[in-house]
């Protein structure tokens, strides 16, 4: 590398750069200057600290929009990586201002910090085309949210939530490298366009099946996708929940990318056919059938739970299954409809979230005790109605129009019916999933609160937060059209 | 200005939400006068467009990127339901003026679902219509589940799953049809025009015509019907018989049947006895007809009465659908208001009259009490109900039924005359009913014990409103019928015509 492309590096990494840095000067503020002051003020401080670095890194892609590539697609910076980027920090942002209120630990820098740390990592991950960057970032990502979950220590929850998300991910991690290597050894390069090359000669090379499973088998933990989804409701039900959101929210999003763009990029030659019918053995196939069982897994599981956390992360499985169908159309459309399923999905899970957490000190968990909610909290209970319809898919909120962006750009192909069978899966799934939402706005609404309870006072940090992200929710299922154009415009010049 | 239907009533839900202060009154006032509004304006839009024709109310481009529209417009079909649904409106909230639970909630609520139903009446562009007609579901819901009676809960979330397992199918056609098309437009009138391949519509039409149907209470999917009306409020009732089983219906014949008619052709071969979807959904209908009026002179419960009756009903509504020809479909596009205009009717007296005064519906319980003596209104109101509701001449369901039975007779003979036996059926459990409601043998002997409240104002206007609109459409059917067939007779059916001929 000469000193020049340093320079590129530094140019096209400032974004990720600050965020880190960030990350690093709360640490710093935390230990020295805010050491004797009260949690509240450490945790306002804090927060505000790394909500400022985001908001630079913001304004910095914004305005400045570095785009390039370094050699061997380790770094690609283009719109539609920018786009993520940005959707990446204001997720980071939310979860952070969900977190300004909350008392589960004294360490404070080290949690806000963490969570710059992931979203950095997450930056990185979307916006690489080389496999060894992928996995780095994974990890880098995976570390931090491990110590996320595990943050509460007063908890045993916590702790077993995150001891089992480290062994399972170390696991699937093993699993990832192990695919990888074996891309490695199929190709003889570590970028995703050369491995392209490499496939398109030799499609049905059993040593490239085998990596293409085990990386499957990788990411589909990273995605929580049946049946690699056994570590997500112990995390959603144990974690901080400030941590949860993340995990459930932003993690998502980039891993969701990474993986459309690998299986895209790298393995379009030995994609095969999910055509009903005309089924040709290939990865499509094997993520065809990963989505239908977690769509039905997730869907069906889902009715049986008695805690919200948990309610949500069977939810959250179902979704991965429906956003797989885009993956299964692996076209430009789909890629276009599976970001913005993505990214309204979490929009609508980390309000989800962002409730939660506002009802943290009630000690809420189980379905029954939302009883009422409506009463006691009616401007946090709407939010939350928006929230889960939107994830139900319910016109107009953003989670309808995902759906149905995600549908039409799966029948949208060549052969116009192929993928009819997983279309009508998930459409029938989503039916199953408006039952178990309602059933938690049922208590919300129609169930009277029990007995001696009050009104429940909201922080405003977090009230503003839930406000503002319900209003992206209405406000992107009705005009999808502000969010759609960028992705196409980004879309255009990524894929040129 | 007819988009001001649906605006208004979003906006008087808003307004009913924000009411000040704790005074149920102000929220009543405002439901009041937002529905009232629905209904001017719907009068005045009948009134100025009494040619039917198609007319364009808004078109500005909604989602470019996938060429989606927001696109309303009226022809003499959305008129007619859309008059429907304003006279069932303002019924409806006069028929709730004794709601003094959650008050503003409720009339949020149902004017949230007003303004739907008037959006799916007034859509023009497939994916405006779907969204209207999902936003629909979560208000019945809430209120259902919040104000309803028997089994609530159970009886809610039956009917919202039902009908959105439905709009699932519904939704998996839409966009079946939309790539089919080449996916550049969701514009009604569009899709009508395209010569989508008769292959595809053969699986298409099956899957939205069910989708749609199970809204309409089509046999065997009608089981969240009878349920869901007895346990509603009476105002939900009203408007769950009387409007929201239409946007099952009319999305039938809007959605299935004006974009895949060659779906009703022969299939070539014959299996089960059935040569095409045509004859299959006809006997499904005319099994509604007679399996729900069989049912209804069974029950004990007032309500589920009704409700079955309702379900008998709504199968004139898809036989004369699936007659094909055009006095069959008039006759059903006219049993849709008729049995929206009585539905509403019933439903009051049984829900609002009776059993807001007695406590109970059941009909051997109410028969020891000598209702016809007590609250004679509610006795003459209901044997005017039924009247209407059996299709006596002078009032619109004679002439609804009578179209229907005719375009039968003209494509199956005999199902008409099975279709004519459910007439008998139902005579028979309203004459049940109401004898045994109204009459009883046992409320002669008895010393009247029971003292209720005399029948209020808000309850008398709104029976003057119904018993008016049903008459004045039997005595005077060219009021509808003017808007009807044009509107059959226009280019948009022109596929169905064809189908018919062949």
Same mark, same amino acid.
């Given at each position: 590398?000469?000193?020049?492309?340093?320079?590129?590096?530094?140019? +096209?990494?400032?974004?990720?750069?600050?965020?880190?840095?960030?990350?690093?000067?709360? +640490?710093?503020?935390?230990?020295?200057?805010?050491?004797?002051?009260?949690?509240?003020?450490?945790?306002?401080?804090?927060?505000?600290?790394?909500?400022?670095?985001?908001?630079?890194?913001?304004?910095?892609?914004?305005?400045?929009?570095?785009?390039?590539?370094?050699?061997?697609?380790? +770094?690609?910076?283009?719109?539609?990586?920018?786009?993520?980027?940005?959707?990446?920090?204001?997720?980071?942002?939310?979860?952070?201002?969900?977190?300004?209120?909350?008392?589960?630990?004294?360490?404070?820098?080290?949690?806000?910090?963490?969570?710059?740390?992931?979203?950095?990592?997450?930056?990185?991950?979307?916006?690489?085309?080389?496999?060894?960057?992928?996995?780095?970032?994974?990890?880098?990502?995976?570390?931090?949210?491990?110590?996320?979950?595990?943050?509460?220590?007063?908890?045993?929850?916590?702790?077993?939530?995150?001891?089992?998300?480290?062994?399972?991910?170390?696991?699937?991690?093993?699993?990832?490298?192990?695919?990888?290597?074996?891309?490695?050894?199929?190709?003889?390069?570590?970028?995703?366009?050369?491995?392209?090359?490499?496939?398109?000669?030799?499609?049905?090379?059993?040593?490239?099946?085998?990596?293409?499973?085990?990386?499957?088998?990788?990411?589909?933990?990273?995605?929580?996708?049946?049946?690699?989804?056994?570590?997500?409701?112990?995390?959603?039900?144990?974690?901080?929940?400030?941590?949860?959101?993340?995990?459930?929210?932003?993690?998502?999003?980039?891993?969701?990318?990474?993986?459309?763009?690998?299986?895209?990029?790298?393995?379009?030659?030995?994609?095969?056919?999910?055509?009903?019918?005309?089924?040709?053995?290939?990865?499509?196939?094997?993520?065809?059938?990963?989505?239908?069982?977690?769509?039905?897994?997730?869907?069906?599981?889902?009715?049986?739970?008695?805690?919200?956390?948990?309610?949500?992360?069977?939810?959250?499985?179902?979704?991965?299954?429906?956003?797989?169908?885009?993956?299964?159309?692996?076209?430009?459309?789909?890629?276009?409809?599976?970001?913005?399923?993505?990214?309204?999905?979490?929009?609508?899970?980390?309000?989800?979230?962002?409730?939660?957490?506002?009802?943290?000190?009630?000690?809420?968990?189980?379905?029954?005790?939302?009883?009422?909610?409506?009463?006691?909290?009616?401007?946090?209970?709407?939010?939350?109605?928006?929230?889960?319809?939107?994830?139900?898919?319910?016109?107009?909120?953003?989670?309808?129009?995902?759906?149905?962006?995600?549908?039409?750009?799966?029948?949208?192909?060549?052969?116009?019916?192929?993928?009819?069978?997983?279309?009508?899966?998930?459409?029938?799934?989503?039916?199953?999933?408006?039952?178990?939402? +309602?059933?938690?706005?049922?208590?919300?609404?129609?169930?009277?609160?029990?007995?001696?309870?009050?009104?429940?006072?909201?922080?405003?940090?977090?009230?503003?937060?839930?406000?503002?992200?319900?209003?992206?929710?209405?406000?992107?299922?009705?005009?999808?059209?502000?969010?759609?154009?960028?992705?196409?415009?980004?879309?255009?010049?990524?894929?040129? | 200005m007819l988009a001001?239907t649906i605006?208004?009533?979003?906006?008087?839900?808003?307004?009913?939400?924000?009411?000040?202060?704790?005074?149920?009154?102000?929220?009543?006032?405002?439901?009041?006068?937002?529905?009232?509004?629905?209904?001017?304006i719907a009068i005045v839009a009948v009134v100025h467009n009494h040619s039917g024709e198609l007319t364009t109310i808004v078109r500005?481009?909604?989602?470019?990127?996938?060429?989606i529209e927001y696109h309303l417009a009226a022809d003499g079909i959305s008129l007619t339901l859309v008059l429907l649904t304003g006279?069932?409106?303002?019924?409806?909230?006069?028929?709730?003026?004794?709601?003094?639970?959650?008050?503003?909630?409720?009339?949020?609520?149902?004017?949230?679902?007003?303004?739907?139903v008037y959006g799916v009446f007034l859509s023009f562009d497939l994916l405006l219509l779907f969204?209207f007609y999902?936003?629909?579901?979560?208000?019945?819901?809430?209120?259902?589940?919040?104000?309803?009676?028997?089994?609530?809960?159970?009886?809610?979330?039956?009917?919202?799953?039902?009908?959105?397992?439905?709009?699932?199918?519904v939704?998996?056609g839409i966009?079946?049809a939309y790539?089919?098309a080449?996916?550049r437009t969701l514009n009604l009138e569009a899709l009508a025009h395209f010569p989508f391949?008769a292959?595809?519509q053969?699986?298409a039409f099956?899957?939205v015509f069910?989708?749609f149907a199970?809204?309409a209470?089509?046999?065997?999917?009608?089981?969240?019907?009878?349920?869901?009306?007895?346990?509603?409020?009476?105002?939900?009732?009203?408007?769950?018989?009387?409007?929201?089983?239409k946007l099952g219906a009319y999305g039938c014949l809007r959605v299935a049947m004006m974009l895949f008619p060659r779906g009703l052709d022969?299939?070539?071969?014959?299996?089960?006895?059935?040569?095409?979807w045509q004859?299959?959904f006809?006997?499904?209908?005319?099994?509604?007809?007679?399996?729900?009026?069989?049912?209804?002179?069974?029950?004990?419960?007032?309500?589920?009465?009704?409700?079955?009756?309702?379900?008998?009903?709504?199968?004139?509504v898809l036989l004369g659908l699936m007659t094909l020809n055009r006095i069959g479909l008039s006759g059903a596009v006219y049993q849709m208001f008729s049995?929206g205009?009585?539905?509403?009717?019933?439903?009051?007296?049984?829900?609002?009259?009776?059993?807001?005064?007695?406590?109970?519906?059941?009909?051997?319980?109410?028969?020891?009490?000598?209702?016809?003596?007590?609250?004679?209104?509610?006795?003459?109101?209901?044997?005017?109900?039924?009247?209407?509701?059996?299709?006596?001449?002078?009032?619109?369901?004679?002439i609804a039924?009578?179209q229907v039975?005719i375009g039968t007779?003209q494509s199956?003979?005999?199902?008409?005359?099975?279709?004519?036996?459910?007439?008998?059926?139902?005579?028979?459990?309203?004459?049940?009913?109401?004898?045994?409601?109204?009459?009883?043998?046992?409320?002669?002997?008895?010393?009247?014990?029971?003292?209720?409240?005399?029948?209020?104002?808000?309850?008398?206007?709104?029976?003057?409103?119904?018993?008016?609109?049903?008459?004045?459409t039997?005595?005077y059917p060219r009021l509808l019928m003017d808007l009807i067939l044009p509107s059959l007779n226009s280019a948009l059916f022109e596929g169905l015509r064809r189908g018919a001929s062949r």
């Open positions: 590398m000469t000193g020049s492309s340093y320079l590129e590096l530094l140019r +096209l990494t400032a974004p990720e750069i600050i965020v880190a840095l960030a990350g690093l000067f709360v +640490l710093v503020l935390d230990l020295t200057f805010l050491r004797q002051a009260t949690l509240a003020i450490r945790f306002r401080s804090a927060v505000i600290a790394a909500c400022t670095g985001c908001v630079l890194a913001l304004v910095g892609l914004e305005k400045v929009s570095p785009q390039g590539a370094l050699p061997s697609g380790m +770094l690609v910076a283009n719109p539609l990586t920018q786009l993520i980027q940005i959707a990446l920090l204001l997720l980071a942002i939310l979860v952070l201002l969900f977190g300004a209120s909350a008392d589960f630990t004294q360490n404070v820098g080290e949690y806000c910090s963490l969570v710059l740390f992931a979203t950095t990592a997450m930056m990185l991950l979307v916006s690489t085309q080389n496999l060894l960057v992928i996995f780095i970032t994974i990890e880098f990502l995976s570390l931090s949210l491990y110590v996320l979950t595990g943050f509460d220590k007063n908890s045993a929850r916590s702790a077993e939530a995150a001891l089992k998300y480290f062994l399972f991910g170390g696991m699937s991690a093993g699993i990832l490298l192990f695919g990888m290597s074996l891309l490695y050894g199929i190709s003889g390069s570590i970028a995703l366009k050369p491995i392209a090359a490499a496939v398109n000669t030799s499609p049905g090379d059993p040593m490239l099946t085998l990596a293409i499973v085990m990386m499957l088998a990788g990411f589909g933990f990273k995605v929580a996708a049946a049946p690699f989804h056994m570590w997500a409701p112990e995390v959603y039900q144990g974690a901080p929940t400030s941590s949860a959101a993340l995990v459930a929210s932003s993690s998502k999003v980039a891993s969701f990318f990474a993986l459309f763009l690998l299986f895209y990029l790298a393995l379009m030659g030995a994609a095969g056919n999910a055509g009903w019918g005309n089924y040709s053995s290939g990865w499509t196939l094997l993520i065809a059938a990963v989505a239908a069982v977690s769509m039905l897994w997730g869907n069906l599981a889902a009715i049986a739970q008695t805690s919200v956390r948990r309610l949500l992360a069977y939810s959250a499985i179902g979704h991965a299954g429906y956003m797989l169908v885009a993956l299964v159309a692996h076209s430009p459309q789909s890629l276009a409809a599976l970001v913005y399923y993505v990214l309204t999905y979490a929009l609508a899970t980390l309000g989800a979230f962002g409730v939660l957490s506002a009802l943290e000190t009630e000690r809420v968990d189980s379905i029954a005790d939302f009883s009422g909610l409506g009463k006691r909290a009616p401007g946090l209970s709407f939010c939350l109605l928006v929230f889960l319809l939107s994830l139900a898919g319910i016109p107009p909120l953003a989670g309808f129009f995902g759906k149905f962006y995600v549908f039409v750009s799966a029948l949208n192909l060549p052969q116009h019916f192929a993928l009819l069978w997983l279309v009508l899966l998930a459409l029938v799934m989503s039916a199953v999933s408006l039952y178990y939402y +309602l059933k938690v706005l049922k208590q919300v609404y129609v169930s009277e609160p029990k007995a001696e309870t009050s009104a429940i006072a909201v922080p405003l940090t977090t009230s503003v937060a839930v406000w503002a992200t319900a209003a992206l929710v209405v406000v992107l299922g009705c005009f999808p059209d502000m969010l759609l154009n960028r992705i196409a415009a980004a879309l255009m010049i990524a894929f040129r | 001001w605006y208004i009533s979003f906006l008087g839900a808003i307004a009913v939400t924000f009411a000040p202060g704790k005074s149920t009154a102000v929220a009543r006032v405002t439901a009041l006068f937002t529905a009232l509004a629905g209904l001017g500005t481009s909604w989602i470019p990127q996938l060429g006279v069932a409106a303002v019924a409806g909230i006069l028929f709730s003026w004794n709601i003094e639970r959650r008050v503003k909630e409720f009339f949020a609520l149902y004017l949230v679902l007003i303004g739907a969204v999902e936003i629909a579901i979560i208000p019945k819901y809430f209120l259902i589940a919040i104000w309803g009676s028997t089994r609530r809960e159970y009886a809610a979330m039956k009917l919202v799953l039902y009908s959105f397992a439905g709009s699932a199918l939704l998996a966009i079946a790539c089919v080449g996916a391949p292959s595809f053969m699986w099956p899957l069910v989708g199970v809204l209470g089509m046999w065997p999917f009608h089981t969240w019907a009878p349920t869901g009306h007895a346990a509603a409020p009476t105002a939900a009732s009203m408007l769950l018989a009387g409007v929201v089983m022969s299939w070539g071969f014959r299996a089960l006895g059935f040569g095409s004859q299959v006809a006997v499904l209908a005319v099994i509604g007809i007679v399996y729900g009026a069989t049912i209804a002179l069974v029950q004990r419960d007032f309500k589920f009465v009704i409700g079955y009756s309702s379900v008998s009903h709504m199968g004139f049995h205009i009585v539905a509403g009717l019933l439903f009051a007296v049984v829900g609002r009259m009776v059993y807001d005064r007695t406590h109970t519906r059941d009909l051997r319980e109410l028969s020891r009490i000598p209702l016809g003596r007590l609250i004679p209104f509610a006795a003459v109101t209901f044997a005017v109900a039924s009247m209407a509701s059996i299709g006596l001449p002078g009032f619109s369901g004679f039924e009578l039975l007779w199956f003979p005999w199902m008409s005359c099975v279709a004519g036996l459910g007439i008998l059926i139902g005579i028979a459990f309203s004459w049940r009913a109401l004898q045994a409601a109204f009459f009883g043998d046992a409320a002669k002997t008895a010393t009247p014990e029971h003292v209720f409240p005399p029948i209020t104002f808000p309850e008398r206007l709104g029976a003057y409103l119904l018993i008016v609109s049903t008459i004045v039997g005595l």
